[in-house]
């Protein structure tokens, strides 16, 4: 009799050595998304949302692009700044109280606020800098949630504000902080109820990763980038013109309508043109020319009629 | 003073060589990036950004040569030249990143934009001083203009500075690295009026020194 009888061993039973060899790999992934669901972060879950109005056909800036190329200066002022600094911040719990001249102010939980009928808004994108990009937000109409709180007659303008977090914004620390906190935007009342003025949760179906706003940002699609506030915590109705950040920076070069408009330069550069970001050959060179409102000049140009354009930029 | 190892003298010209050759890396390293998808999404901004960034710093290592030698002790006067234009040749590939990949050579928003925006007026102005600079950075220069070079050459003072205040107005706001190259061209700047005073108190200390040994 054999000292030792190998066992014998069906081929189904025997584990493909591509699988066996990525266990590492499984156990990497398992301990990151642990680790990440331990941070609350919220990030990239898949959303579903139906296909909404005003939508373009242009080419989707790359999601990569979209993720990885920002302004957020909470998280630093570089481009990839907000994408490198941004694993500790965390979306969740949330909530954006909503107060000021109205009827009912609530605060909304942000699980309620994702409970609203999303739809998909594929906008362009302008930067006050000069380049833009074709995003797939998903999220439901600011006046959505304005309807629920009844402005009152008096309320004018809508006052967004950013959340402050020195110990998870690492923009928000330090001896050169580039704008004062909170960050403050502002719309005038029609501005904020237009349709195409959204709140978004998400892009690129899955929720908002942190370097883009998350959990929840303005999106003001014919307006420079910089009036699209992220990470919003409150959302006032104010009778007075808001005093936003980058105006109290800089009055000269921002205004506070800041309409997308290639008739009216930046102080220090035209607004003519603009570079298309994840587009182009050599060295991404794909200048196009700006439109009026970003193109949404059927839509909003009504909003302003009579008014000069120039001195109100 | 106190005194540093020095190189051996047949390394010297060679040492100048190798300074051109290692100063043109970030240029041709950033350029090699750009064109092969590296440099990020906005590649003409931030090649146009990091050589000017560049240009900034070899004209900071150009009026740290005479401080150096004067405080430290360490004489680096052999590389100013070099220094000096290197310099210069990453404000003119800074300038043409601008002319040619940013402004697409569509000359009458170039010239609207050097009329118009003072940073860029400022940065034209300093490409033009920087010319005759550059021009009489060689020997037969020197010999040729005599003491009328050394006047000549004190326009890198304004460039500096114009090309600190091109930076300063450039940027959105200022931030750690626009501050640091700011503060180091001012305070080599504010050197040169002083230096005459401190070098005669040092001279003076020195001579005590030796007359009291």
Not at chain 1, 13 to 35: D, L, N, W
Not at chain 2, 38 to 66: C, E, S, Y
Not at chain 2, 70 to 75: H, K, M, Y
Not at chain 2, 147 to 174: C, T
């Amino acid at each position: 009799m054999p000292a030792y009888r190998p066992p014998h061993i069906p081929a189904c039973e025997i584990t493909p050595r591509a699988i066996f060899m990525s266990r590492r790999q499984f156990m990497g992934t398992a301990a990151a998304s642990f680790v990440l669901a331990g941070a609350g972060g919220a990030l990239a879950a898949p959303l579903t949302a139906s296909p909404g109005p005003f939508a373009t056909d242009e080419t989707l800036t790359p999601k990569e692009a979209v993720t990885t190329y920002n302004n957020f200066y909470e998280f630093g002022t570089g481009k990839s700044d907000p994408s490198q600094n941004s694993q500790h911040f965390k979306p969740l719990p949330w909530s954006v109280k909503v107060d000021g001249m109205v009827g009912k102010p609530k605060e909304f939980g942000i699980e309620e606020l994702m409970k609203l009928a999303l739809e998909e808004r594929t906008y362009r994108m302008r930067c006050v800098e000069g380049w833009s990009m074709v995003i797939p937000w998903i999220g439901f109409p600011l006046s959505a949630i304005l309807d629920q709180v009844d402005p009152l007659g008096s309320a004018k303008y809508v006052s967004f504000e950013t959340v402050v977090r020195p110990g998870e914004m690492s923009g928000q620390t330090g001896l050169f902080q580039p704008l004062e906190w909170p960050y403050i935007e502002g719309l005038r009342l029609d501005e904020a109820r237009h349709p195409l003025t959204i709140l978004a949760v998400g892009l690129y179906g899955e929720t908002l990763l942190n370097q883009n706003g998350a959990p929840i940002r303005l999106v003001v699609p014919w307006k420079y980038g910089f009036k699209s506030i992220k990470s919003i915590v409150k959302i006032s109705l104010v009778e007075e013109e808001p005093q936003t950040t980058w105006k109290n920076s800089n009055a000269r070069e921002y205004g506070f309508y800041s309409n997308v408009n290639p008739a009216v330069d930046h102080p220090r550069w035209s607004q003519a043109t603009e570079q298309r970001i994840g587009e182009g050959g050599f060295f991404k060179v794909a200048n196009r020319p700006t439109l009026p409102f970003n193109g949404y000049g059927e839509q909003v140009a009504g909003l302003y009629e009579g008014m000069d354009l120039k001195a109100n930029y | 003073m106190p005194s540093w190892p020095s190189l051996p003298r047949k390394l010297h010209g060679p040492s100048v060589w190798a300074l051109y050759a290692f100063g043109l890396c970030p240029a041709a390293w950033y350029f090699y990036l750009g064109a092969t998808g590296g440099l990020g999404f906005n590649p003409v901004k931030t090649f146009q950004h990091l050589l000017g960034l560049w240009a900034l710093r070899f004209i900071i290592a150009t009026l740290a040569i005479t401080p150096l030698r004067d405080l430290l002790g360490i004489n680096w006067l052999r590389y100013r030249r070099a220094l000096g234009l290197l310099g210069f040749y990453y404000v003119l590939m800074h300038f043409f990143v601008w002319l040619i990949l940013d402004r697409r050579l569509d000359f009458s928003s170039i010239g609207a934009d050097i009329a118009k925006r003072p940073y860029i007026t400022i940065g034209m102005v300093c490409i033009a001083c920087l010319v005759p600079l550059a021009l009489t950075s060689n020997n037969w220069s020197i010999r040729r203009l005599g003491p009328r070079w050394s006047e000549l050459h004190k326009l890198i003072y304004p460039v500096a500075l114009g090309g600190a205040l091109h930076y300063f107005l450039a940027v959105k706001s200022i931030t750690f690295v626009p501050f640091i190259h700011i503060a180091l061209v001012v305070t080599l700047l504010a050197y040169r009026p002083v230096r005459k005073p401190i070098m005669s108190w040092k001279r003076g200390k020195s001579r005590v020194a030796q007359a009291t040994r």
